[in-house]
């Protein structure tokens, strides 16, 4: 790929402990869409809709214009999960939306504690057992969604799917594609030499 000016630039690259994105959620297992939507439970339309709102955007690798490829992580598609489920029951997407940043405030390690409860009106969330009776007592919890139970079925969904591995593959950041190793290779030698540089400087 060539600047405006004429100079040859290096595709950006996303691998292992260069995917900023993948250490700070603890992921190093990448789904394409097809995949995220099929273990989700919705339409590839849907998921793609919800991307484009923002909604649920994928944390990996965001599709940036034809041929590229978005890239969710497990987190992504349990929220796409727990989006679906609560559909499902009648939830609005505005309430639906707030679950959504109740459990991005979260890891995926906390989702096991985490219900969703919702009495038609808003929606809860709950880490405790004592908070979801204390919905249930004042009769306004009527649905509750156990995080840590759809955890668990997401997690023996994506045990038999297809997936890349981030700490083994090189993908470009311009169109989420696992590249060659012989570029790989190349480009691994460029970032350390700057490396080295910089510890220099």
Known sequence: MS??????????????????????????????????????????RQLDYWARKHIVEPSLHSSHGSGSRRLYSFKDILVLAVSKRLLDAGVNLQNVTIAIGYLNQHSVEEFSTITIM???ENVYQCTTDEEVLALMRGGKAVFGLSVGTLHHEIEEKLSHEHYIDLNEQVISEKTGRVIDELTAMRLRKKIELQEQERAVA
């Open 3 to 44: 600047t405006e000016n004429g100079a040859k630039e290096e595709p950006q690259l996303i691998q292992g402990q260069l995917f900023s994105d993948a250490q700070e959620i603890g992921e190093s297992r990448a789904y394409r869409g097809t995949v995220a939507s099929k273990v989700a439970g919705i339409t590839y």
């Open 118 to 120: 919702s009495d038609g």
